[in-house]
């Protein structure tokens, strides 16, 4: 919702605030007051394309700002977030500087932004229908994600999405397979031929380091016996002997700890006598390990043997590396990649068919679809043409046409459906696609027919859902913004007009520029856009939200360009009477 809308030198705007009420707001004033110019500060700050033109004589630049409620639209929450900025206290501000020479400056919540930013935020946050912003309508796309918010086909159209991307990911691999074999096979020849070269070293986890700690050994074999025999002879001369008459360091030891036993009856000597135990205990291990290395030594392996396994290794470390463990996690992952690449007739007919079959859910998913938007269409037809009948287009038409691809056409990511809104705005005129067939108030109307068509479905699926028929649409609503949209209407008409403004105002906030005391009667607030001269002969615009008596005063002005008895009096009957 907007709460705040402020502007700043644009054209004859000085400077204004504009609150607009959360149900329908009507911005009034005499032609040629500005009006226009509050409609041109909400497209800059939607991202449209910024003119210096419209920077008010003598200023530097224009600015303006928007206040916008997000608490409950999480799809401007995400965009602002994207872009690096949090809302705060559910609240974003969006602004715009136009400088009269130079680029203009997007802001977003403080930050500076592409104005693309601000173009994404507004598409969540404000629809406005003027004569060039609703030409956007007339693309197919729109009017298909219209029919589809209309006839609140949410389940299909997630079904559907989910099978083509199942269908697109199967064909997109069966491409790659079929439509690059030359390349495909090139991979897989060099991928083969690696896996080949792995599997006949035949690496282990490990086994690196452990040849290169082994190769060290040989290399310094000479040197280890020589030292293992010496600190044997010292310590257990009969493990290199055979000779019992040397005694070494373990019998001495044993010796000493005897003699210490042999005292008896006294305890002095028991933490001697576990000390030397233990120390016993140590060398016997110690013996074993060196003794145990001579052992090794005799089955000690091949010098030759062991660089040339070590070389084999280093050259696979070397392409597929750096370390080992690099070398087996690339074997494995070649392995994978080369059963993709695999462009068999096997696995080509393989692919063939996963992908049939999920186009075949896909085409299923597609026709569910299809047939959704074409009840939806009927409804909507029926219901945006009788809407007209009460805004001085009786004898307009309006048809959303869903036509149906059939199996020989592909598919796309949206269905299998080509949506097309046309409208007739009178008798003979033939059906013509949107926004070439009526004019700037009459499209208007018909967008406000369209919109009040849409608020009625989501009404109906809000009370099916309250009733535990079906599910509340919980859809975000924009701000509505409508102008031009009392163009050829008056009398009754203009009272019809009012009160649907109103009435979609009920769900939804509403702005809208008219002329008409019949429409403007119906808003919750209104602001009147008026010229006045200062003391220097210069004029200027101001924007004042007129309450009470001040509004009807306004309303009064507009039935009858005067503000007398009688006038004053209708103008009160008319605001009296405008209630829904």
């Not at 705040?4 to 009420?21: D, F």
């Not at 690449?341 to 998913?365: I, N």
């Amino acid at each position: 919702m907007l709460e705040e809308l402020e502007v700043r030198n644009l054209g004859p705007i000085a400077h204004a605030v504009v609150n607009p009420a959360p149900g329908m707001t009507a911005i009034t004033g005499e032609t040629g007051a500005g009006k226009s110019m509050l409609l041109n500060a909400i497209r800059l700050i939607s991202g449209g394309a910024a003119n210096a033109d419209a920077v008010s004589q003598g200023a530097d630049s224009t600015w303006v700002q928007a206040v916008f409620a997000v608490g409950d639209n999480p799809a401007a929450v995400t965009i602002a977030q994207d872009a690096g900025v949090e809302p705060e206290d559910g609240e974003l501000f969006l602004s715009r500087t136009v400088p009269a020479s130079g680029r203009s400056r997007a802001v977003l919540g403080g930050h500076s932004v592409p104005r693309g930013v601000l173009a994404s935020l507004a598409s969540q946050l404000i629809v406005i229908h003027g004569q060039a912003d609703q030409l956007r309508i007339a693309a197919s796309a729109r009017q298909r994600d219209f029919l589809d918010a209309y006839a609140g086909d949410d389940a299909q159209v997630r079904a559907f999405a989910a099978a083509w991307q199942e269908y697109d990911e199967a064909q997109a691999k069966l491409d790659a397979v079929t439509g690059r074999q030359a390349e495909a096979r090139q991979r897989a020849d060099y991928l083969r031929e690696s896996i080949e070269r792995i599997d006949r070293v035949n690496p282990r986890p490990g086994e690196y380091d452990e040849l290169r700690q082994l190769r060290d050994r040989v290399e310094h074999s000479a040197d280890i016996a020589r030292a293992v025999t010496t600190a044997l002879a010292k310590l257990e001369p009969s493990q290199i002997m055979d000779s019992s008459d040397s005694d070494g360091a373990t019998d001495q030891l044993r010796e000493a700890m005897d003699a210490l036993r042999s005292v008896r009856g006294v305890d002095v000597f028991d933490d001697a006598i576990s000390r030397l135990d233990a120390v016993s205990t140590e060398l016997d291990d110690i013996v074993f390990q060196l003794a145990s290395l001579t052992d090794d030594e005799d089955e000690m392996a091949d010098l030759d043997e062991l660089n040339a396994r070590i070389h084999d290794l280093d050259d696979l470390k070397r392409r597929w590396g750096p370390e080992l463990d690099d070398v087996l996690e690339w074997r494995k992952q070649a392995g994978f990649e080369l059963e993709d690449l695999d462009a068999s007739p096997e696995r080509v007919t393989e692919l063939t068919a996963r992908r049939d079959k999920r186009l075949d859910a896909a085409w299923d998913c597609a026709r569910s679809l299809s047939a959704a938007r074409a009840e939806a269409a009927h409804r909507l037809s029926d219901h945006v043409t009788h809407e007209l009948g009460s805004l001085a287009m009786a004898d307009a038409s309006f048809e959303a046409r869903v036509t149906a691809r059939g199996r020989d056409k592909r598919l796309d990511a949206h269905g299998c459906d080509d949506v097309e809104f046309l409208f007739t705005p009178f008798p003979g005129a033939g059906r013509l696609p949107l926004g070439k067939s009526a004019s700037g108030g009459e499209l208007s109307r018909l967008m406000l027919s369209m919109e009040l068509a849409a608020a009625d479905a989501r009404a109906e699926r809000g009370a099916q859902g309250a009733d535990g028929a079906g599910d509340a649409s919980g859809e975000t609503l924009p701000t509505f913004v409508f102008d031009e949209i009392d163009a050829g209407v008056g009398g009754k008409s203009a009272a019809e007009l009012g009160k649907r403004l109103a009435r979609l105002a009920r769900g939804s906030q509403v702005i809208v520029v008219t002329h008409l005391a019949q429409v403007a009667s119906w808003a919750s607030s209104q602001f009147v856009v008026a010229k006045s001269k200062d003391d220097d002969g210069l004029v200027h615009t101001g924007v004042t939200q007129v309450t009470g008596r001040e509004r009807v005063h306004e309303i009064a002005r507009m039935l009858s360009g005067s503000e007398s008895e009688a006038s004053m009096k209708h103008a009160q009957e008319l605001l009296e009477s405008s209630k829904l």
